[in-house]
Each structure stands twice: as C-alpha cells, then as structure tokens.
C-alpha cells in the first residue's frame, strides 16, 4: 500500500465542517480545491438622454462654440444658451441674419411719443420687462407731460416716467395696464469688437420699426450730448432740422447742444440712423440688446438734397452702462 504523502497534522482540511462543503465527500489524503468568489454581475452603462447629454458636455471642452448647437440639435430648442456670455434669441434656421434679428427683436422695441411745454418728441424705447418697463433716452422724454407709447403690433398706452438719469442720458418709463409684453434679453457689450455686424431698429421719422444694419465701427468714444429738454425735444418733428444736437472731438453736430450737457462713451456704428431711432435698440446678430442709441450726425438740414439722410456716423450707449443704472432708474431717480 502506497504510503501518504501527509505527515501527522499537515495539510488539514480548513473546510471541514464548512456547509458550503457538507455534502461533498473530502478524500483524507489531498486538500480540498481552494473556494472562488462568483465574480460580479457586470454594471449596466447608461443610456438615454442623461448619458448623451454628459457626453455632449465632455465633447464640448474639444469644440468650444459648438455647444450650443450640439444641445440645441438634440432638445430641439429654438432658443439656446451661445457659448459666450450672449444668449442666442434668434432662431437657428435665421442664426446670423437680419432678418432672423428683426423677427426676434422687433415685438419689444416701441415708438415713443412725448409731449411738453417744450415741444414735442419722437423717439424709441426698449421693453425690458413683461409687464411694460421701458428703457429709452432720457431726451426723448425729458420734461414730458405726456408719454404715449404704440407696440410692434399697434397696441397704444399711455406711460409714466419712473426715473431718469440725465448724466447718461437713460431713462426708464412704465406703460399703464400692461401685461403679458414681450421683453428684449440685454447682451454683455464688453465682448462687443469692432467689426461685429450689428442690427438698429426704431422709429426714425415716426416710421416704427425701421431696421437697419451695418457693423461697429469703433469703442469708448467720448460723446457729448445735451441735458437741457429744450433741445432733446427738437428731435424727431423735423421743425428746426429735426436733429438730436451731440459734440466730438471739440465739434457740434446737428446744431448747439446748449450749455447743459453730459459726456458718456459710446459705441459707434455705421447702421443708418435717423432722428426718432433715439432710445431704440442696436441689437448683435444673436439678438441681444447691447446698445441704446442715441446720437447720430444727420445731414437733414444741408442745401444739397442728395446729403440728406444718414451718413453712417451713430452711437449707442453700452447696455452695460444701462444695466448698471437700472436700480437707480427703477428708485425713481430724477435727476
């Protein structure tokens, strides 16, 4: 007989007694195989739009300004956060024109009629909230005791004034019973650059909602225009050439701006403007607001009929500036 291997007490059996082995035999000479864990169930991945939305985002980090159009395409939104600090109101299938701008847009700009001792004014505004606060220029309504405002769509109001700010020529008035308006998205003009091609829309000459195009066609310019409501009234009634007076670079254009003024630095633009297009939008081609304008040179008034109208010398104040000013203007400032 073939003598164990085992010497007395080595290889003993640590399963002895185990359940998992009770009803297995154990040969007394040879160690039981060792036992193995069951390996785990593999984990189900994910998937739906959780997991593809994620993977959009790693994406992203690569492609930059392909985000918003890679989650636009897959929620099927119209209307998407951009990649820069702007939010994009323009459809995508208009994404870049003016047309696509002017649709967007146009629903919250206003014509602006306001009445004075003074004279009379036409000027334009910007919806800002639903319930029908507007932003415009403060020479467009200044010393107004009158304010009648007519929507994109025809709808007149009255307005009141809720505060003005003379030193940036801002002013924000309040339509009377209204709701449901719809509101204008103020953009970031720090991240306006000079060749960007800008949207205006407006009343110029009492015409609502003209637009017009062009591109910026310089920053920060330091323009001067008048306080006084004796001379913002002018604009718009084509009775004393009909222009909004404004100073640069040591000059007068469109005639005297009196001996009340202010100084703010501007966007300028070669988008047409004329008189009445105060106070109105200058929009960038995603649809944001980034200006107010409020300045122009016009050549109305010159001998020669073919110098009339807009030469392409406009300006704007920054929405920034505007959007700075709001909770003074909404205190009822009235300086």
Do not use: C
């Not at 047309?99 to 919806?127: H, R, W």
């Not at 009377?176 to 991240?191: F, Q, V």
């Not at 640069?248 to 005639?255: A, L, P, S, Y």
Request: net charge negative; aromatic share 4%.
């Amino acid at each position: 007989m073939t003598e164990s291997l085992r010497d007395s007490g080595e290889y003993e059996n640590p399963y002895q007694g185990d359940q998992q082995y009770a009803t297995a035999p154990v040969n007394p000479e040879w160690p039981p195989p060792p036992a193995y864990a069951p390996a785990p169930a593999p984990k189900k991945r994910k998937r739906g739009p959780v997991a593809l939305l994620a993977a959009v985002a790693i994406v992203a980090a690569a492609i930059g300004g392909g985000t918003a159009y890679g989650i636009q395409e897959l929620t099927g939104n119209d209307t998407v956060a951009s990649s820069s600090t702007s939010t994009n109101v323009v459809p995508s299938s208009q994404k870049g024109t003016v047309s696509g701008v002017a649709k967007a847009v146009s629903p919250s700009i206003v014509e602006i009629s306001a009445d004075s001792n003074a004279g009379s004014s036409t000027g334009s505004g910007v919806i800002i909230t639903s319930d029908g606060e507007i932003i415009t220029n403060n020479h467009v309504v200044s010393g107004a005791s009158q304010i009648k405002v007519t929507t994109d769509d025809g709808k007149p109001y009255t307005a009141k004034v809720v505060g003005t700010d003379s030193k940036k020529d801002l002013a924000l008035i309040k339509l009377e019973n209204a709701s449901g308006l719809k509101t204008a998205t103020l953009g970031d003009s720090a991240g306006v650059g000079v060749g960007d091609q800008v949207v205006a829309i407006g009343s110029p000459e009492g015409l609502t909602g003209t637009v017009t195009s062009g591109i910026i066609s310089a920053l920060d310019r330091d323009v001067t225009v008048s306080t006084d409501e004796s001379q913002g009234q002018e604009q718009g009634q084509g009775q004393q050439g009909g222009e909004w007076p404004f100073e640069f670079g040591g000059r007068e254009f469109n005639g005297d701006t009196g001996s009340d003024t202010t100084t703010y630095k501007a966007l300028q633009t070669d988008a047409s403007l004329n008189p009445g297009n105060s106070g109105g939008a200058l929009i960038d081609m995603n649809g944001n607001i980034i200006g107010i304008n409020s300045a122009m040179y016009s050549a109305a008034g010159a001998s020669s009929s073919a110098a009339a109208g807009s030469v392409g010398l406009g300006f704007a104040i920054p929405i920034n500036t505007v959007k700075a000013d709001l909770a003074t203007l909404r205190a009822g400032s009235t300086d």
